[in-house]
C-alpha cells in the first residue's frame, strides 16, 4: 500500500517538474511512451482532444514554448506535503493564456481543478509516517492530525490541458489512469471545474430573471435619485417618489454620526460594530486556514497557542447579536404600546418589511451574480458548494422564520437569520401578556430558560460534544450550534433585560456599578481565555456540558449589564467610546455587513492564485483588505434595499400623522 501512495505523488511530480532540467523531461517521456500514451486509443475518447494531447507530447519533446508552457502550469508538489500543502493550484493565468496554432488547428489552453479524495486506503500508510512527527501533539493524534484533515479534505490538483479535451474526455482518462496504477484515490471533476479564456458562465432561466429584477431595480434607483435632485434643484419638498433616491438615502447615512438613539442607547452601535467585525475576523480566519499551505501548523500548533483565543471565541458574537435583538424587540413593544395599539399583523408585517428584502437580494446576488464577478482556480468549487443551494432553497428565505432549515441551506452564515426568526416568531406569545402580567410571563420566560439550559446540558453528555470551535463535531452542529432552543437562553436574557430596562431606569451607585464593571469584564475575559484553556487539556464531558449550558447565557448577562449601565449614564469611557460617531455609521450596516461578508470573503479567497501562508500578521492584513470590499458592497446593498424600506415607512408614516391632523383641523373648524 505504501508502493500505491508513493506512485500517485511520484506521478504528479514527474507530470509537474518538466520544465525544471531535461534529465526530468527526458524520464518523463519515457513514462507516457510506456505508460500512458496507450490510454489514448481509447474509442471513447474525442479524436480532436486525442490529436491535441499527441502534439502535445511530441512537442514537449521538442521542447516547444507552447507545449512547455501547458506542464509548467500544471500544479507541482509543493515543499510542506506533510505539513498540508496539498493544494497543487499550478499557473492559472499562464495556462489560459496558451494559443498555439498547430496542423491547422487553434490549441488553447484550458485549466482545470480535479478533487482527489484519498481514502482510508491511501491516508493510513501516510499518517503512520506523520505520527513520527515530533510536531504533534499526541493526546489529539486521533482527533485533529493533518492525516484526518487531508482524509476529510479533497486535494486540489491544478492540470492544463487543451481546451479540446472535454470533462468528458478528463474523466475516461482519469479513469484509465487510475485503473492502470491501482491508486487509492477519488478523482472529482466537474464542468464548473475546467476555466478556459472567454468562457462564458452557465446561465440558466432562473439568473435571466434575477437580472432583470437588479437591473430593474437600477433604473427604479437612477429615476428616484434624478427625481430627488430635480426637486431639491427647485426647493421643492420630497415625496414618497424619492424613497428610492441615492443621494437623499446615502446622506441619510453619513448624517447617522450626528443622530443619537432615543434613551441613550447610543452604545448598542458599538456594540453592534464590533461584533460583526469579530464574526467577519472569524470567517477570515477560517477561510485562511482552508486555503493554507501550512494547515498542520494550524491545528497542531497555533490552536494551542494564545494568538488563536480570539478567533476560536468569535462565537460570542452571535450571542451578543441575540441579546441585543432580544432586548430591543421587548423594549421598542412596551415602549410603543404606551402611546400606540400594536396589532401582532404589523408586529410580523413590520420584521418582514424590515428584513426580507436586503436578505432576498443578498441570497439572489449569491445564487446568480457572484459568477459572474471574477474567476480562478477554486471559485467553481465555491459556486457548486454554495450557489446550487441558495439556487434550490432561495424560496426559504421569504418565509425564514416558519422554515428550520440546516447548515447548507445557502450561505454558511444565513443559519442565524433563521433561528433569529424562530425567536422573533414567538415573541408576542408574551409580549402582548407583559405588561398585564408581568410576574407571571416573567416566571414563565425564567422556566423555560433554565429547562433550555438543562437541555443544552443534557444533550452534551449524552452525545459526548465538545465546547470549543476545535472539536467541532456533526453532533454539536445538529444538536447545539444550528439549534434553536440553544441559543434561546441568550435570546430570553435580552428579553428580560429589555423589561428590567423599561420598569427601571435607574443609576447604579458609583461604588456597586465599579464593582459590577470588574465582576463583568473578568467574566468576559476568563470566558474568551478559558477557550484556550479547553484546547490544551484533556477532554472532561461533564464540563463540556457545563459550559455548553451556562457560558454563553453569563456571556448574555455581562453585555446586558454593560448596556443596562451604558443607558442610565454610569458607563464612563466605555460609554464614550461605544457611542463614537464612527460607531454610528457602521452601525447603519451591520445588517448588510453580515449578509456579504461572506460572498466577499469566498470571491476573495476562491479567486486566489496561491495559497496563503497561514500566521497572525497575514490573517490581520488579509482582513483588513477584506474588510475594505466588504464595507464597500455593504454600503450598496443598504441604500439599494435596506434605506428605501426605511424611506417608504417615513414617508407613510408622515402623511398618515398628516392627514390626521388635517382631520383634526377641520372637525375643529367645522365644530
Known sequence: MNMKVTIVFVLIAFITRISSLSLQQTIFLQLLKNNLLGILNNDNLDKNCVSDLNALFSDVSSFKHWALQMLDATGKIYPGLLNGNINLIGDYDECLAINESKNGRRISGKYCTLALTMGDSGISPLATSLKQGTSFKQSYLNHYTIFKFMQN???????????????????????????????????????????????TSTINNFDILVYYFFAMLGLILVASTIYDLHLKCFGKKSNIFVAFSLYSNARRLVSATSNKKEDNLSCLNGIKVLSCLWIVYGHVVLACFFYSKNPAYVVNEWKYSTKSTFTSSAFYAVDTFLTINGFLVTYIYLKSTDRLKITVTWFYLKRFLRVTPALLAAVLVHTSVMKLLTDGPFLSYNDEKFSQDCYNNWWAFFIHPIVFTSYEQCGPHLWYMFIEGHLYLCTPVFLIFMKKYPKDVLRGLSVILLLAVIYNISVTITKNIGFTAFEWSDDFENYLYFSTIYRLPCWLIGVL????????????????NLVIWVITLYTMIELTVEQNIFITSVYNVYRSALWNGLARPTWSLAVSFIVFSCATGTGGIVNDFLSHPVFRFLGELTYSIYLLHYDVILNVFGSTKEMFYFNTDNIVSKFLSVFVEILMVSVFLYLAFEAPVLSLKYHLTKNKTNEKRDCKKNLETAG
Open 153 to 199: 479534505t479533497s486535494m486540489t490538483w491544478g492540470i492544463c490541458v487543451p481546451k479540446s479535451c472535454s470533462v468528458r474526455n478528463l474523466k475516461i482518462l482519469a479513469h484509465d489512469v487510475q485503473a492502470k496504477f491501482k491508486l487509492p484515490v477519488e478523482i472529482g471533476l466537474t464542468e464548473n471545474s475546467c476555466s478556459y479564456k472567454n468562457k
Open 497 to 512: 433585560s429589555g423589561y428590567f430596562f423599561y420598569e427601571y431606569k435607574f443609576k447604579i451607585p458609583r461604588i456597586v
